[in-house]
């Protein structure tokens, strides 16, 4: 289905000599990615309306699309396998976060676990997408500093959110929280993402 819309539109910019016949086969595979992304952040956004956590969908799609743009990770190997994981890994996340707010000891601990990870092993270069030197380079200091400004914001959001509610536990404080979370979560698929493309390696030679 996503393939078949896909060539559509490549046609369709084709007809319009905006792409050259060459280029249609990569304007496809382009769209193709678009496309299945829409419908992954729409699936996510949807389940949050849903299950009444609309913010954390909102939280969890701006960091999986932001930071995983530099750092990389795993990927499913078909779109619908890629739309399945993504909305797993969101539900997976709401049970992480409930975990830190009973066990509280874990919160520093996930944090400072999640942002070594992507320091030590981001960028995570695809077998389909090399890097250069010069954007590994650019892509290993942009999620390092993707990573300490979601440590501040989360910081910045508990103390507001215990100020605001003279020291009790509030809606921002979860936030910060999730944020938490999401890096560690990254960080993990970024592991993961580094075990399958060592097998691709492996195999490949």
């Known amino acids: 289905m996503i393939h078949s819309v896909a060539l559509v539109i490549a046609d369709f910019l084709f007809s319009k000599d905006v792409i050259t016949e060459e280029e249609k086969e990569v304007c496809a595979y382009g769209m193709e990615l678009i496309i299945s ?12 309306l849903i299950t009444g956590s ?9 960091m999986m699309i932001v930071i995983r743009l530099y750092t990389g990770g795993y990927h499913a190997d078909t779109h619908v396998g890629c739309n ?27 944090l400072i676990a999640g942002y070594l990870i992507i320091v030590l092993n981001a960028p995570l270069e695809h077998h389909n997408k090399k890097l250069t030197m010069e954007q590994k380079e650019k892509y290993m ?65």
């Open 84 to 110: 399945v994981c993504y909305c797993g890994t969101y539900m997976i996340s709401l049970l992480m976060l409930r975990i830190q707010m009973y066990v509280r000891g874990t919160i520093i601990t996930w």
């Open 37 to 48: 992304g829409i419908i992954s952040v729409a699936l996510v956004i949807i389940i949050g």
């Open 141 to 205: 200091i942009v999620s390092a500093v993707l990573g300490i400004a979601s440590m501040l914001i989360s910081f910045i959001l508990n103390i507001i959110g215990v100020v605001i509610r003279y020291g009790k536990y509030s809606f921002l404080c979860q936030i910060s929280l999730y944020i938490n979370t999401m890096l560690l979560i990254i960080g993990l698929l970024l592991l993961l993402g580094v075990r399958k493309e060592g097998r691709f390696h492996e195999e490949d030679s």
């Open 54 to 62: 609309i913010w954390y969908a909102v939280v969890y799609n701006i």
